[in-house]
């Protein structure tokens, strides 16, 4: 009989999605955070259930191979779930994710190495830092909204721990009250710093959930404007008592609305609300994969689905006869019509509403793409969307997906439909993460 404070030593076999690992013990799966697959460990049984249990590690026994020292001295911080393993054998498990998920599905097509980044670090050009009482400034432990006070963050922008230092003076300084996620009481929430990484351009969002008075306003200003770059600085009020980080009121405080950031030469205006790819470099790279397997030679209408403030579209459109994108937040659309005209392309339109009824409608007027992008959210496309666009049969359809998990459903279900899955590419936008993004293309049969 297993129980709690029991000592085993087991062999570590894989991960969950979370990044814990997973061993076997008893014929139930075992669940220790901070262990690699192939190590050996032990560990001391913290709960025990007949059909899973979970340990602490104690020891370990054998370390793997690809296991490397921890660049980080936040061990608490639940934001980098495999940064002890070496990046090349990350970029290998992503690989591995993308593969099992395919098969599980039955699918089986090329897949190619995960594209990877020549320096996975500061990657980052958005930060979004919890505040609570204290003030303590950081980011959650895993599982939980424990805090982890963190200042220097090393997949954040340099940039960020001094926004997060001169935010803390400010609190002090003028006695404003953290926000109290228990009682509701307080004020400030979260700093969110986003910087424009071809532009230099910095935002910084300060979260309340109560307005602080005029003379501590100006006093957040005059400690916030000399910080170098500073391009934009907005109080945004949230006195929501749930989980979103942002409320929807923003107020200018200094500079202005937007900043400026560049994409493979096409520019972009990225707002407190808009939303706006995470990795900047990474994005080039998942572009361009997106673009090859286009394979646009000119003549094409393409559909750039969920497509956000239109970046993917207007990567099309440079290639491409006619673009039309389709998104369901109208901000978003506002920003993508903006954003074709600051890059001159006039031949793209962007349509506002869910994909699912926006693209049945443009298919019932007639409307057909020779090629179609997709990038939905994580739980994939609507049955409905996929079944107009295997009514339309465009000629080729990329799958721009970050969860291995709905792609493969939803190519499982397109390879039934009159599709043939040709390829795929893991490419790695959260390095030191357990996220995959892939690139997948499928031809018409
Ligand atoms: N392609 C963009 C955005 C991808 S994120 C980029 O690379 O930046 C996914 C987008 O899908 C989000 O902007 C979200 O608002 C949007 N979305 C979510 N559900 C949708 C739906 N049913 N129809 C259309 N867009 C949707």
């Given at each position: 009989?297993?129980?709690?404070?029991?000592?085993?030593?087991?062999?570590?076999?894989?991960?969950?999605?979370?990044?814990?690992?997973?061993?076997?013990?008893?014929?139930?799966?075992?669940?220790?955070?901070?262990?690699?697959?192939?190590?050996?460990?032990?560990?001391?049984?913290?709960?025990?259930?007949?059909?899973?249990?979970?340990?602490?590690?104690?020891?370990?026994?054998?370390?793997?191979?690809?296991?490397?020292?921890?660049?980080?001295?936040?061990?608490?911080?639940?934001?980098?779930?495999?940064?002890?393993?070496?990046?090349?054998?990350?970029?290998?498990?992503?690989?591995?994710?993308?593969?099992?998920?395919?098969?599980?599905?039955?699918?089986?097509?090329?897949?190619?190495?995960?594209?990877?980044?020549?320096?996975?670090?500061?990657?980052?050009?958005?930060?979004?830092?919890?505040?609570?009482?204290?003030?303590?400034?950081?980011?959650?432990?895993?599982?939980?909204?424990?805090?982890?006070?963190?200042?220097?963050?090393?997949?954040?922008?340099?940039?960020?721990?001094?926004?997060?230092?001169?935010?803390?003076?400010?609190?002090?300084?003028?006695?404003?009250?953290?926000?109290?996620?228990?009682?509701?009481?307080?004020?400030?929430?979260?700093?969110?710093?986003?910087?424009?990484?071809?532009?230099?351009?910095?935002?910084?969002?300060?979260?309340?959930?109560?307005?602080?008075?005029?003379?501590?306003?100006?006093?957040?200003?005059?400690?916030?404007?000399?910080?170098?770059?500073?391009?934009?600085?907005?109080?945004?009020?949230?006195?929501?008592?749930?989980?979103?980080?942002?409320?929807?009121?923003?107020?200018?405080?200094?500079?202005?609305?937007?900043?400026?950031?560049?994409?493979?030469?096409l520019?972009?205006?990225?707002?407190?609300?808009?939303?706006?790819?995470?990795?900047?470099?990474?994005?080039?790279?998942?572009?361009?994969?997106?673009?090859?397997?286009?394979?646009?030679?000119?003549?094409?209408?393409?559909?750039?689905?969920?497509?956000?403030?239109g970046t993917?579209a207007l990567f099309m459109a440079r290639?491409?006869?006619?673009?039309?994108?389709?998104?369901?937040?109208?901000?978003?659309?506002?920003?993508?019509?903006?954003n074709a005209?600051?890059n001159?392309l006039?031949?793209v339109?962007?349509?506002?509403?869910?994909?699912?009824?926006?693209?049945?409608?443009?298919?019932?007027?007639?409307?057909?793409?020779?090629?179609?992008?997709?990038?939905?959210?994580?739980?994939?496309?609507?049955?409905?969307?996929?079944?107009?666009?295997?009514?339309?049969?465009?000629?080729?359809?990329?799958?721009?997906?970050?969860?291995?998990?709905?792609?493969?459903?939803?190519?499982?279900?397109?390879?039934?439909?009159?599709?043939?899955?040709?390829?795929?590419?893991?490419?790695?936008?959260?390095?030191?993460?357990?996220?995959?993004?892939?690139?997948?293309?499928?031809?018409?049969?």
């Amino acid at each position: 009989m297993l129980k709690p404070g029991q000592q085993v030593t087991v062999s570590v076999h894989s991960l969950t999605d979370k990044g814990d690992g997973i061993a076997t013990l008893g014929g139930r799966p075992l669940y220790v955070e901070g262990v690699l697959p192939g190590e050996q460990a032990e560990v001391r049984l913290t709960l025990v259930k007949p059909n899973f249990c979970h340990g602490r590690l104690v020891r370990l026994v054998q370390a793997a191979a690809c296991r490397r020292e921890d660049f980080c001295p936040y061990t608490a911080c639940g934001g980098c779930q495999v940064r002890v393993m070496d990046y090349q054998a990350q970029l290998e498990l992503k690989r591995q994710l993308l593969l099992d998920a395919l098969k599980a599905q039955g699918l089986d097509c090329p897949v190619a190495q995960t594209l990877g980044m020549d320096d996975p670090f500061h990657y980052r050009n958005k930060a979004q830092y919890a505040v609570q009482p204290g003030p303590f400034i950081g980011f959650y432990a895993k599982h939980s909204h424990q805090l982890v006070e963190v200042e220097q963050c090393r997949v954040q922008a340099p940039e960020t721990a001094e926004v997060v230092r001169r935010v803390r003076d400010w609190m002090r300084g003028t006695a404003q009250p953290a926000y109290n996620e228990a009682t509701g009481e307080g004020m400030v929430r979260h700093i969110m710093v986003r910087n424009g990484v071809n532009s230099g351009e910095l935002m910084v969002v300060l979260v309340v959930a109560t307005m602080p008075s005029e003379p501590a306003l100006a006093q957040l200003v005059a400690g916030l404007e000399s910080l170098p770059g500073l391009a934009s600085l907005v109080l945004n009020i949230n006195g929501d008592g749930g989980n979103r980080v942002l409320g929807p009121d923003n107020r200018l405080l200094w500079g202005k609305e937007a900043i400026a950031d560049s994409l493979d030469g096409l520019e972009f205006a990225i707002s407190p609300l808009s939303f706006y790819q995470v990795n900047p470099r990474q994005t080039e790279v998942l572009y361009r994969e997106a673009l090859r397997q286009a394979d646009l030679k000119g003549h094409e209408t393409v559909f750039d689905l969920y497509c956000g403030i239109g970046t993917i579209a207007l990567f099309m459109a440079r290639q491409a006869h006619r673009v039309i994108g389709v998104e369901l937040v109208p901000e978003a659309i506002a920003d993508a019509r903006a954003n074709a005209e600051r890059n001159g392309l006039a031949n793209v339109e962007f349509h506002p509403g869910a994909a699912e009824t926006v693209v049945p409608g443009l298919y019932r007027q007639g409307l057909r793409a020779d090629v179609v992008v997709v990038d939905p959210p994580r739980k994939g496309c609507d049955q409905a969307l996929l079944e107009t666009l295997a009514e339309m049969k465009p000629e080729r359809l990329v799958y721009v997906s970050c969860n291995p998990k709905s792609l493969a459903r939803d190519l499982a279900w397109l390879s039934k439909h009159g599709f043939e899955l040709e390829q795929a590419t893991p490419v790695d936008m959260f390095p030191h993460t357990m996220h995959v993004e892939t690139v997948a293309l499928l031809r018409r049969r």
